[in-house]
């Protein structure tokens, strides 16, 4: 019978012990840090009803990412693309019992069909941070302390990433007040403005001419307001002073809080997607070779509004895990997995089994980690180069002379070193070794 | 616009931080217990081709149960509705390089179509582990040990459970050398067997002697074989010695281990699955109101002989989530999860915020967990029933006097006491409050 393919689906990931170690470290840095924040984790369905994505979602993902189908029962249903459409459905569903501020997170897998390229796969983790019920910047503030917390935990400094902030509000004064723009022309012109790094600056100034009133006069004004900064936003005829304030606040609030040499302004930060209302932001990796955008998030004011007649402002960020990876990889901020923190066990004979098998279960039994050789007739040398191959550092070995003893020897595979130690010492000696 | 509704797809859960809460630990206490028996966690994608399914599962899964379609692209896919076919396919993949023995685990959410209804749901969380590559009935010992030390550390006792386990080998024998029943006929008894608790002891003599050759006199064998022991078990003639011995060998280690008081031979053992091909085992729970098998295992000698030319002898079990979680239930095992540990931060005004989100930032950097208010303009007795509401026993309070004083109010919400302590010291402070 020919043999069924070992490879896994396309786009997706097997993850082997190495790699999952990889994974379960870049998650715990994550929830280490989300939580001392003080938010608290959840999880939804892997299948939502088709619904809600086509309700909430960008016609991209509807039509050409999603896995949909109907299930046995005639159900239209998706596995999940984004979180955002679960939360919201969550949030809706309990938004006046629970106790404000609402603050989430989550790391699910989510799927897109898409050609799998660098950082992109069809099936992939990622954070998911979303605080709701507080409309001040004090809330843009914590969130965007916490996005970069996270990096700073792993390791990184204000030299690996940069973040770049603008407003929604303060974008749609410049296009429709300071420029007049009817909406259709507004949102081509937030488009070309989203790919400005992306293109030369000719092009850039083609483009945006072809949309504008009065192209001679309004591309200095674009220009004005892509080089403005949040000292001087406010000077540009037609942005509310209101909202060139909330951009001041936060700035001045972040230098305060020491983020100042991470945190600025830019004008030019436009984000894909249809809910955001006020506050956006995206991290840049600033290393040359991988020179993009990280991760990003911002407020969107009414999140609920599809599932529920309540309003609850919320704002929050997602960070998936291949890109995280890939900027961990480019700074070098990925430690080694390879060493076991363990202690693999090692019999000399069958008759030395009972004893081993109880000698570990007391000492799992207080939380530490005991690997056994169950083989009895496998010679000594062979037992010690898979004890090595799987990372451990220490092996124990008992023999019929060690029984009768009630000792065992306890090797070092580093240094070689060996030493015979009693029985009832162990749990003490094992504890000081593995000790990090 | 009419609201789309808020309910999640039947058949499956919202987590909300709650239960998630109890999820977590779930899995954290599973995760702990088999790390220390030195199980490396794996993850594989939550889509295979539908070809290993169709190749491996049981024709129920396949043709009822399965959420398979067809994606974009046209391949043949489905959602996993078990671990093991993933599991093989990797193993499978790297079984040689990998060193032996291969000991992992996995909790992955399985999807299967099926009505909704106590203990059974459409998508769950199972706990699978694996043993590769010994083939002596010591790793029997540890699989089971394992099994039951899980229990053992959510708080259960050898009352709770009970651990019955068989040999698909000596059942073989009795059906074809013991009764003389040609391949046909022996499948049906062992349905007639696995099902033996479920029906009254007419109907399983009715049901069994229709199949059976010389019904008068075979009734008798079958019940002495169901009330075999695992010393006199060698006695019933057909029975192969070897396999007498294995469960003997298995039953006096596991005696000599501690165990003998949970875990007994019980030939009436059949579990369903096609691939066991030795060794299988059930856990029971005892409690009347929820007297069911919780989750089981065994011996499978070629699993991965559907990728691969290789052999390679492997023995697991699965637990799932909603199983353990009423067994947990039914026995007052689940500590509650209401209480937050962390602290949280009120301000009584505006001005107060960068100062307490500086101090938060610090705390926050060694590990502590700071909750904060936001809103400066919100009451102080709402501040405070927001935190109580959430959780917290303990909150801390700045106002503008403490500000210039360097101090903060610490209050505890129980017993309503409030002291006044320096900014400097708060981080001991609060350290020695959180510690469990």
Known sequence: MSKLKTENYKGTRDFFPEEM????????????????FGYEEYDGPLLESLDIYKAKS????????????????????AIRPEMTPTLARMVASKSRELAKPIRWYSIPNLWRYEAPGHGRLREHWQLNVDLFGVTGFQAEVEIVQLACEILFAFGATSKHFKVRFSNRKVLNDFLGKTLGLEESKQ???AKILDKKNKISVDEFNNLISEQLNKPETDLRLVNNFLNSTYTNLSQIA???????????????????LGYGEVVMFDPSIIRGFD??????????????????????????DNLIGLFSNDELSG???????????NFLRTHNLIPSFKKRTGIFACIQSESCFSEMAKISTKLRRVGLMIEMNLDGNLKLGKQIANAEKKGYEFVLIMGEEELKEQKINLKNLVSGEQKKISIDDLQLVIQSLTKT
Do not use: C, H
Not at 24 to 36: N, R
Not at 240 to 256: G, H, V, W
């Open 21 to 36: 170690k990889l994974r379960t470290w870049m998650f715990g840095v994550m929830k280490k840090i989300v939580q001392t």
């Open 58 to 77: 960008g016609e991209e993902i509807v039509n050409r990412q999603l896995y949909n189908f109907t299930d046995k029962g005639g159900r239209e249903v």
């Open 187 to 189: 949102q081509a012109v």
């Open 238 to 256: 037609g942005i509310e002073n209101e909202n060139s304030k909330e951009i001041e606040a936060f700035q001045r609030e972040m230098n305060k």
């Open 275 to 300: 809910y955001y209302t006020g506050f956006i932001f995206e991290i840049f990796d600033t290393s040359p070779e991988n020179k993009r955008s990280l991760y990003g998030g911002g407020r969107y």
């Open 315 to 325: 704002i929050g960020f997602g960070l998936g895990d291949v890109t995280l990876e």
